[in-house]
T-cell receptor, first 117, second 116 residues
Framework: AQKITQTQPGMFVQEKEAVTLDCTYD???????LFWYKQPSSGEMIFLIY??????QNATEGRYSLNFQKARKSANLVISASQLGDSAMYFC??????????????FGEGTQLTVNP | GAVVSQHPSWVICKSGTSVKIECRSL??????MFWYRQFPKQSLMLMAT?????????EQGVEKDKFLINHASLTLSTLTVTSAHPEDSSFYIC????????????FGPGTRLTVT
């Protein structure tokens, strides 16, 4: 079974508008972390935001916020005021077993975001 | 964030030759190193996990004799693609982490390998 599911292969948004990228996950581990990364065409993985399973509040980092709905096992990324430079591939990822050192990240299939001027 | 370098950033080699990719964590002690492979327009797939001073653990379907991983120090790990074939052409990314880390997960800039 897929641990991380991103159902939107591609998304388009107008510059200055907000966009939500969907991510659902599957785990039975009570201790896990959810990540979002941006990958521009250069290939580098840019960390955007992190949400821990025990965090009470939704994470925010500048224009990025994470809509964490634990019961629904979803961790959607919201980008506000989109910019042309936001055009990239976005990956949702999960790390299970946070109490275990060196636990791996599992990635979703990614969403290609295109910001139109 | 931590500084991670990979060398080379891109390489073209002939089929049957071997290629070594180096990953260095310049200001970070990498007790664990993850190596990922990414084909065009696909996600990152974990190839193997190595702990400093130990043998790597390979994911199902990844040939350990073909993809040799060495993690001899806390700042250097290498991935050697032996007897490369065109189907090994891919983007290889290293990702170091330290023991006890919860959310720090750094990535190298990646190495684009093309086998002709």
């Amino acid at each position: 079974a897929q641990k991380i599911t991103q159902t939107q292969p591609g998304m388009f948004v107008q510059e200055k508008e907000a966009v939500t990228l969907d991510c659902t996950y599957d785990t039975s581990d009570p201790s896990y972390g959810l990540f979002w990364y941006k990958q521009p065409s250069s290939g580098e993985m840019i960390f955007l935001i992190y949400q821990g399973s025990y965090d009470q509040q939704n994470a925010t980092e500048g224009r990025y916020s994470l809509n964490f709905q634990k019961a629904r096992k979803s961790a959607n990324l919201v980008i506000s005021a989109s910019q042309l430079g936001d055009s990239a591939m976005y990956f949702c990822a999960m790390r299970e077993g946070l109490r275990t050192s060196g636990s791996r990240l599992t990635f979703g299939e990614g969403t290609q975001l295109t910001v139109n001027p | 964030g931590a500084v991670v370098s990979q060398h080379p950033s891109w390489v073209i080699c002939k089929s049957g030759t071997s290629v070594k990719i180096e990953c260095r964590s310049l200001d970070f002690q990498a007790t664990t190193m993850f190596w990922y492979r990414q084909f065009p327009k696909q996600s990152l797939m974990l190839m193997a996990t190595s702990n400093e001073g130990s043998k790597a653990t390979y994911e199902q379907g990844v040939e350990k004799d073909k993809f040799l991983i060495n993690h001899a120090s806390l700042t250097l790990s290498t991935l050697t693609v032996t007897s490369a074939h065109p189907e090994d052409s891919s983007f290889y990314i290293c990702s170091p982490t330290s023991s006890g880390s919860t959310y720090e997960q750094y990535f190298g800039p990646g190495t684009r390998l093309t086998v002709t």
